[in-house]
């Protein structure tokens, strides 16, 4: 399960680069001395195509995503895919000049329709529900439901002076 999380955070910034930079470097083993190939939007496009369907099941893939609620807070897990998949539906007519409204709308609806997820609708202890999402217990509290892709720091086990820098 842990190589499919790893592939889905390749998946994730190769997303960025090719929505922030339209083309780029891409390569799925490095080597020294090597230099990668240059991908297109398109290219880029139906990589991540394939890669998110293969981590959300749908694919031919071995390596796929744990169920939502399957294990720990934080992990990643097939909404995850499903989501940035509808994100790239939705931006299609920028990638690949072909509009695909329809496969964002059905990926989206599967999170959305999901039993697992919802959003946090009630405060506790003062807080308000939106006050919750950024507390240290927000993986307890109830906000744990709202959150799909989580970035963990909690000062004991993941310290670091990065953050969010790769954001």
């Known amino acids: 399960k842990r190589r ?9 910034n190769y997303y960025n680069v090719m929505d922030l930079f339209g083309n780029g470097p ?20 139906a ?7 293969e981590l959300a099941g749908e694919g031919s ?13 934080g992990r990643v897990k097939k909404s995850a895919a499903l989501l940035l998949l509808s994100r ?23 999170v959305m329709n ?8 009630a405060g506790k202890g003062g807080y308000t ?7 240290a217990d ?9 959150a799909i892709f989580p970035i963990l720091h909690d000062g004991l086990t993941t310290k670091s002076y990065g953050g969010m820098h790769a954001l």
Not at 61 to 73: M, P
Not at 91 to 110: H, I, L, P
Not at 114 to 121: A, G, N
Not at 138 to 146: K, L, S
Request: charged share 25%.
């Open 61 to 73: 893939g071995k390596e796929v995503l744990e169920d939502d609620g399957a294990s720990n807070y």
């Open 129 to 135: 529900a939106y006050q919750l999402l950024f507390l």
């Open 26 to 45: 891409f390569s799925e083993e490095f080597e020294m001395g090597q230099t990668a190939p240059y991908y297109t939007r398109d290219q880029y496009f």
């Open 88 to 110: 790239l539906y939705l931006n299609a007519e920028v990638y690949t000049g072909t509009a695909r409204w329809a496969e964002a709308k059905e990926y989206a609806s599967k």
């Open 114 to 121: 999901s039993s697992y997820y919802k959003l946090c609708t």
């Open 4 to 12: 499919a999380e790893v592939r889905f955070i390749r998946a994730y």
């Open 138 to 146: 927000n993986n307890e509290n109830g906000a744990q439901y709202e």
């Open 47 to 53: 990589f991540l195509e394939k890669e998110l369907k």
